[in-house]
């Protein structure tokens, strides 16, 4: 036994200036950190809780998670320029919360000219106790019910959503909601496949650069129509064959000199081989 | 060909390396053997066979496959302009590839020189057509009878002329129109699309709202709308604005713009200054409006200046104010030509 010991502890003795030494010993220590994380984190509440619990549960979600960008009472961070490093967030409501954490845009992975979406970093009650703490700060758009963004629609309602979608949202988003390029890096994302409730909250919000479209002039009703104009184009099929992504020039274009550059190759190909034989010809 | 006239120049070096010549010719398999030659002439006739029946299936698929509203659908595309255009490309691309087949195994593929000839015609030839032009020229008198030429050269000038008149027929001249719009004092600027009139308690900070002067969608007496047809796609291609809304203390106005906005609400014609793109790209954090045809970028909160871009004039600006019921109205007309720059413009 003893000698057991002796060898192991000689043997890692002797290992512990490798180079994967100190990569192996972090892993080690973090596996472990995350293991007892997981094995003794008090289990998250599921059921419905009042009000103040609510929002107690959000705030201490937000000192962990939120507090080192946007402040520990979200009265945000400017950088040393004077700029937002993370911007206060009383009065921006619980809308804008949902749709920031609710599409993974919020937390950011990390700083930079856009928050980009991915998978949500927190579970549903989380991020309605996080949008019930913000808008406890200030009064701000709260999150839409459900028959606010999705119900049937008429045929004429239906048009005049595509109507408002073509004046107020192709700009940025194009004509087939397939997004499109901003200055600097920034960018509009596709809205294909964004749920309903994302849609009303981005355009009542305005989240990063996106303007808002505010309920006093583009009214509950006319989002309504746009989104299902949206809903609606994307079950559309596409009646002229491939849309190679809908972004137009760019696409087309490259997809026809491939082409092109395929046509050639097929043509020098054909002319540079030809077999030739050793035989002569039987007379 | 030593006693050129370019002889005093020196020789030129003879050729480094010497012409190989041709390579002896060899045969190829179809050439040679009776079996290769039969494939191959079975092949070429299998690809114009195949050729028929993609154009059989064209017509087919014309027939059969439905379009219009409900259409047939492959893969959420529409079948039948999918399958019209895969079955005629085929057609013509098996034709094409048994045509090269038969000249790659079949057709005559002996090598053979043919050297050029040279550029100029013979002496005799030039000398025969110098003196037929001369005798032309002599015979038609046209040196000897100036009245005739000159007035064939005047008849033919003449010509150009009905082609200029016709040139009317582009439309009346524009008069004052490039530099005008309907824009003037007390007209609401209404949302786009529905016309909704908008307060300024409305709007909220970052809000971007694509308007239109409210004449678009008002009616006159006789209950007729005010605008429409040509008449109204011409009016609405230079009264277009955006409306938006920033912190008023991000805004820094000209001396003379200090009363153009409502608490940080601003109107900017929605026509880039480059060449008329309608743009309302705006980035609500940076103030900036970026046109999306050649990138031209303008400062919104400050008085609509290019920091971007081809465009070489600031996005006019459209001072507002609000009427007795509160709602957002144009304090006066734009106070410059909107959109593109134009020849009398300067």
């Not at chain 1, 491939?242 to 997809?255: D, R």
């Not at chain 2, 390396?17 to 092949?43: M, S």
Request: some cysteine; overall charge neutral.
């Amino acid at each position: 036994m003893r000698l057991l010991t002796r060898r192991i502890s000689g043997g890692l003795s002797a290992k512990r200036r490798s180079r994967f030494a100190a990569p192996v010993v972090l892993l080690l220590g973090l596996l472990i950190t995350g293991g007892a994380y997981a094995a003794l984190a008090p289990a998250n509440a599921n059921t419905k809780t009042d009000d103040a619990t609510t929002i107690a549960k959000g705030r201490a979600l937000f000192l962990v998670g939120c507090a080192s960008c946007h402040g520990k009472n979200a009265e945000g961070i400017l950088t040393v320029r004077g700029k937002n490093y993370g911007p206060a967030l009383a009065g921006v409501g619980a809308a804008a919360v949902d749709f920031q954490v609710g599409t993974g845009r919020m937390p950011m992975a990390q700083p930079g000219v856009q928050a980009l979406q991915k998978p949500p970093a927190y579970n549903a009650d989380e991020i309605e106790a996080l949008a019930a703490y913000v808008a406890s700060l200030g009064t701000g758009p709260s999150i839409p019910s459900a028959d606010q963004y999705s119900g049937k629609v008429s045929n004429q309602e239906l048009v005049e959503g595509g109507e408002f979608f073509r004046t107020n949202c192709t700009a940025c988003h194009n004509f087939a909601a397939a997004g499109g390029a901003l200055p600097g890096g920034k960018f509009a994302p596709s809205l294909v496949g964004v749920s309903a409730k994302h849609i009303y909250e981005a355009m009542l919000t305005g989240p990063q650069q996106m303007p808002v479209f505010s309920n006093g002039v583009l009214t509950p009703q006319d989002k309504k129509e746009i989104i299902s104009y949206l809903k609606s184009s994307e079950t559309e099929p596409n009646y002229g064959g491939f849309a190679l992504g809908s972004i137009g020039p760019v696409s087309e274009g490259m997809f026809a000199w491939l082409g092109v550059g395929v046509l050639v190759g097929f043509a020098v190909w054909i002319a540079a081989h030809t077999s030739r034989s050793k035989k002569k010809k039987e007379a | 060909m030593g006693d050129t006239p370019d002889s005093h120049l020196a020789r030129p070096a003879p050729e480094p390396i010497p012409d190989p010549g041709l390579e002896p010719h060899e045969p190829r398999p179809t050439d040679v053997d009776e079996k290769a030659e039969k494939r191959a002439e079975r092949q070429v006739a299998s690809l114009f066979g195949l050729s028929m029946v993609f154009a059989v299936l064209f017509c087919v698929c014309y027939f059969a496959l439905k379009v219009g509203n409900h259409p047939t659908t492959w893969l959420g595309m529409g079948a039948s302009n999918v399958a019209l255009g895969v079955c005629f490309g085929l057609a013509l691309l098996c034709i094409g590839i048994g045509a090269i087949q038969w000249a790659r195994k079949l057709m005559g593929d002996q090598e053979i020189v043919e050297y050029r000839h040279t550029a100029a015609s013979s002496e005799e030839d030039r000398v025969e057509a110098v003196s037929s032009l001369m005798k032309g020229v002599a015979e038609s008198g046209i040196a000897r009878r100036p009245l005739i030429r000159n007035s064939l050269l005047g008849a033919t000038a003449m010509l150009g002329l009905p082609a200029i008149v016709l040139l009317r027929d582009l439309g009346p001249l524009p008069g004052n129109d490039l530099s005008t719009t309907v824009w003037k004092k007390g007209i609401r600027v209404v949302q786009d699309v529905d016309g909704a009139p908008i307060k300024p308690e409305d709007m909220v900070v970052g809000q971007l709202v694509n308007g239109e002067p409210a004449l678009f969608f008002e009616n006159d007496a006789e209950g007729e709308p005010l605008y429409e047809g040509v008449r109204l796609q011409q009016a609405k291609a230079k009264a277009a604005v955006i409306i938006v809304r920033m912190q008023p203390d991000d805004i820094t106005p000209l001396p003379d713009r200090k009363n153009w906005g409502v608490e940080g609400i601003l109107c900017y014609s929605k026509i880039c200054t480059h060449v008329g793109c309608p743009i309302s790209l705006w980035e609500q954090q940076t103030h900036h409006l970026l046109c999306p045809c050649h990138q031209s970028t303008f400062d919104l909160a400050n008085n609509g200046k290019v920091v971007f871009g081809p465009a070489a004039r600031p996005l006019p600006q459209l001072p507002i104010t609000v009427d007795s019921e509160g709602y957002l109205i144009a304090s006066e007309g734009f106070q410059e030509p909107v959109g593109p720059s134009f020849w009398e413009r300067g």
